[in-house]
Structure formats: C-alpha cells, structure tokens
Nanobody, 127 residues
Framework: QVQLVESGGGLVQAGGSLRLSCAVF????????MGWFRQAPWKEREFVAG????????LSADSVQGRFTISRDNAKNTLYLQMNSLKPEDTAVYYC????????????????????WGQGTQVTVSS
C-alpha cells in the first residue's frame, strides 16, 4: 500500500522558517505530480503548492507566493516544502499528496485531484 509520511512540522515564531518533508513508500515518485495542502481549524483544506513529475513546473497559492518553495528529489522519493517568513495565519496541519496519473507534466491544485495522502504534520506559528 502506498504511504506518504510528512515530517518537519513544529512550533516557530513569526518570521521564522521550517522545512517540511514528505517521504513516499511503495511507489516511485518520478512519474507523478505532487502537492502540499493545509487545513486550519474550522476551515476547508486549501492548496499550498504543487509540482510536476520532475520539478520543472511549480505553482504556489497567492498567500504563500514568495515565501514558500516546493521541491522534490525523486532519487530519494521525497517532496519538500521550504517555508520562510512564516506568519500566524500559516498555522495549520500540512498534508502532502500524490496524484497517480499519466499526466505527470501538469501541476494539480484541487484536493480532489489527488490519489494518495499523508497523515499531516502540524505547523504552529506564534506571534
């Protein structure tokens, strides 16, 4: 069974940085697009950033543009999210996801697009 495991979350002060990782097991990531989503209390899950199969194309939500960077290392079967200049409104559970598709060259932004999900990692930004 495919498994995605996030790590790197935690508590950080506003203005600080964190790097999230998503290790993928039992499927090779090098053909498939992936993404990061987040869900804050009492809110719907929202798109944060997405990346195509080889990292050539990325897309970020307006709210994180210029602060967050998505990347991947297919040799390590791992997805990353570098988060800089964190704000209290970035506080949420962050999820990674993989879309099992033949259209790996695209970046996908809807949560319903994705096939597999991790269990999430908490990010808390204090003011």
């Amino acid at each position: 069974q495919v498994q995605l495991v996030e790590s790197g979350g935690g508590l950080v002060q506003a203005g600080g940085s964190l790097r999230l990782s998503c290790a993928v097991f039992r499927i090779a990531t090098n053909c498939f697009p992936m993404g990061w989503f987040r869900q804050a209390p009492w809110k719907e899950r929202e798109f944060v950033a997405g990346i195509d199969w080889n990292g050539g194309n990325t897309l970020s939500a307006d709210s994180v543009q210029g602060r967050f960077t998505i990347s991947r290392d297919n040799a390590k079967n791992t997805l990353y999210l570098q988060m800089n200049s964190l704000k209290p409104e970035d506080t949420a559970v962050y999820y990674c996801a993989l879309k099992h598709t033949a259209e790996g060259h695209k970046v996908w932004t809807l949560s319903s697009d994705y096939t597999y999900w991790g269990q999430g990692t908490q990010v808390t930004v204090s003011s």
